[in-house]
Each structure stands twice: as C-alpha cells, then as structure tokens.
C-alpha cells in the first residue's frame, strides 16, 4: 500500500502543478518572420488566415503569454503547410561555447 502511495504522489503533483513536456519556449520574433516569408507566398485566403493567427501570436507575446502564443503560430504554421516542430527549431537560438 505504501509503495502505490509513493509511486502515486509524485505523478499526482506534477498534474497539479500543470508540468507538461510539450510546452517549448517560443521565439517571438524569428518565428513570427519565418511565418510571414510563408504566408507571403501562399494564396491569399490562407495567407489571410495565417497573418490573422500570427498578428494574435504576437499580440499574445506582447501580453508575456507566450504559451497562447506558440498555439497560435503553430496553427499558422499548419495552415501554410509547414511542420510547427521543424520551425521552432529552426527559430531557436543555437547555444555557443567559448
């Protein structure tokens, strides 16, 4: 009974405390740009769309809630046929050593 108790408790508090593993840092600038380069080429009623859920992304940004943010570039992302994962990486800054 103990043993469930222990094995329990960690997974009960990490659910409280909202930890989730797919809530990556958002660029809100270069992913932003990435996905105004997209729209620009797309046709016009997806750009349209698209520019819609970047300029809330950036709104949301603006707001320090970059984790609304992040769905909704992603959502532009979907609608201008790109990978969302492949462009959060390509917009995360490259670490360097010295």
């Avoid at 943010?69 to 670490?95: C, E, I, T």
């Amino acid at each position: 009974m103990i043993t469930r108790f222990i094995a329990v408790v960690p997974i009960a508090i990490a659910a409280l405390i909202g930890v989730s593993a797919s809530a990556a840092p958002v660029d809100c600038t270069a992913m932003p740009a990435q996905l105004r380069a997209a729209a620009a080429t797309a046709k016009p009623d997806i750009a349209r769309k698209a520019l819609q859920n970047i300029n809330t992304g950036e709104a949301l940004c603006a707001a320090s809630a970059s984790y609304e943010a992040g769905h909704k570039f992603k959502a532009a992302a979907k609608l201008l046929g790109l990978d969302p994962a492949q462009l959060a990486s390509a917009a995360a800054p490259v670490a360097t050593t010295n």
